[in-house]
């Protein structure tokens, strides 16, 4: 009988012994994520943790986990894995299940903040810029100011001399005019009898008179 307890508690030590290095190897690891997370090696410790809850399955890895992607600035997988660890986690006070809804919060108002700065706002037309006044230059005290150079207006030039009208008598038209009418007044002069006949009238010198 006294063997049989020494056998067992042999195998015990011996077990033991066996599973001392695995537990210290965990410990080892998971206190070297705890120590990046805190030195705000946040990608470090959430390697770390990965490797440790795909090993051991526990959810507060996934808690862990969650709050690496919420340094880091992922919020998605950030809620992803704070949703999975409420779903998974058995024995969550209602202290922790506020806080870790609380980080859930916080991860989609950033995601919501990041929407709205990739949305451009709408295009706002410009306001009529008004012109400043134009101020003229402080006088110097060089001397008195010039004044400014005078326009000089060029008298117009005088009109075309008319052409200088001539006498009517040098118109062809006044010596038609006179010729009708000479010749007018002696046909009516004949007719009146001004004129004396041809065979009463005296014959001059050297011309011969008609019968």
């Given at each position: 009988?006294?063997?049989?307890?020494?056998?067992?508690?042999?195998?015990?030590?011996?077990?033991?012994?066996?599973?001392?290095?695995?537990?210290?190897?965990?410990?080892?690891?998971?206190?070297?994520?705890?120590?990046?997370?805190?030195?705000?090696?946040?990608?470090?410790?959430?390697?770390?943790?990965?490797?440790?809850?795909?090993e051991?399955?526990?959810?507060n890895?996934?808690?862990?986990?969650?709050?690496?992607?919420?340094?880091?600035?992922?919020?998605?997988?950030?809620?992803?894995?704070?949703?999975?660890?409420?779903?998974?986690?058995?024995?969550?006070?209602?202290?922790?299940?506020?806080?870790?809804?609380?980080?859930?919060?916080?991860?989609e108002?950033?995601?919501?903040q990041?929407e709205?700065?990739?949305?451009?706002p709408?295009?706002?037309?410009?306001?009529?810029?008004?012109?400043?006044?134009?101020?003229?230059?402080?006088?110097?005290?060089?001397?008195?100011?010039?004044?400014?150079?005078?326009l000089?207006?060029?008298?117009?030039?005088p009109?075309?001399?008319?052409?200088?009208?001539h006498?009517?008598?040098?118109?062809?038209?006044?010596?038609?005019?006179?010729?009708?009418?000479?010749?007018?007044?002696?046909?009516?002069?004949a007719?009146?009898?001004?004129?004396?006949?041809?065979?009463?009238?005296?014959?001059?010198?050297?011309?011969t008179?008609?019968?």
């Open positions: 009988m006294n063997r049989r307890i020494v056998v067992g508690f042999v195998a015990a030590l011996a077990l033991a012994a066996v599973a001392r290095p695995v537990v210290a190897e965990v410990d080892h690891r998971e206190m070297k994520a705890r120590e990046d997370f805190a030195a705000g090696r946040y990608q470090d410790a959430l390697d770390i943790f990965v490797k440790l809850y795909a051991k399955l526990h959810p890895y996934l808690r862990n986990i969650g709050r690496c992607y919420q340094n880091l600035g992922d919020p998605d997988k950030a809620i992803s894995s704070f949703r999975e660890y409420l779903r998974k986690a058995k024995s969550v006070t209602p202290d922790e299940r506020t806080e870790v809804e609380g980080y859930i919060k916080e991860m108002d950033l995601k919501k990041r709205q700065a990739a949305t451009p709408p295009p706002v037309e410009p306001l009529p810029s008004a012109k400043p006044p134009v101020t003229p230059p402080p006088a110097t005290d060089s001397g008195p100011a010039t004044p400014p150079p005078s000089t207006l060029n008298n117009p030039p009109p075309p001399p008319q052409e200088e009208s006498p009517v008598y040098t118109k062809w038209w006044f010596w038609t005019i006179i010729g009708v009418v000479v010749v007018g007044g002696l046909g009516g002069a007719a009146a009898g001004v004129f004396t006949k041809t065979k009463d009238a005296p014959c001059g010198a050297g011309m008179c008609g019968g």
